[in-house]
């Protein structure tokens, strides 16, 4: 079982920057990923961003290539989004996946445990 708690959302301007965490507990292997996806009312999750643990190769949905990163931190087993100029668009619940395994990193079937999401908005 792995647990995933996520935190850093909130209310931001259009152009403003926020930066996501997701903290990871239990039973993680370094053969794993990590991965952000958002959703908005009445839309399906989608991919954001994702990166590997052991090589700490990153993928990127067009949307984002250029305006948010992804990092982890593997002494704190740490996640995190820096999200940059941010837009209305960008506006969603944002979700931290955790995967054994690799590969399939833009598909939500392949993540084995999810976050409880956090709320981002960005107003224009």
């Known amino acids: 079982q792995v647990q995933l708690v996520e935190s850093g959302g909130g209310l931001v301007q259009a152009g403003d920057s926020l930066r996501l965490s997701c903290a990871a507990s239990g039973r993680t292997f370094s053969n794993s990923a990590m991965g952000w996806f958002r959703q908005s009312p009445g839309k399906e999750r989608e991919f954001v961003a994702a990166i590997s643990w052991i090589a700490s190769s990153t993928y990127y949905a067009d949307s984002v290539k250029g305006r948010f990163t992804i990092s982890r931190d593997n002494a704190k087993n740490t996640v995190y989004l820096q999200m940059n100029s941010l837009k209305p668009d960008d506006t969603a619940v944002y979700y931290c996946?955790?995967?054994?395994?690799?590969?399939?990193?833009?598909?939500?079937?392949?993540?084995?445990?999810w976050g409880q999401g956090t709320q981002v908005t960005v107003s224009s």
């Open positions: 996946g955790y995967r054994y395994g690799s590969g399939g990193y833009y598909y939500t079937r392949n993540y084995d445990y």
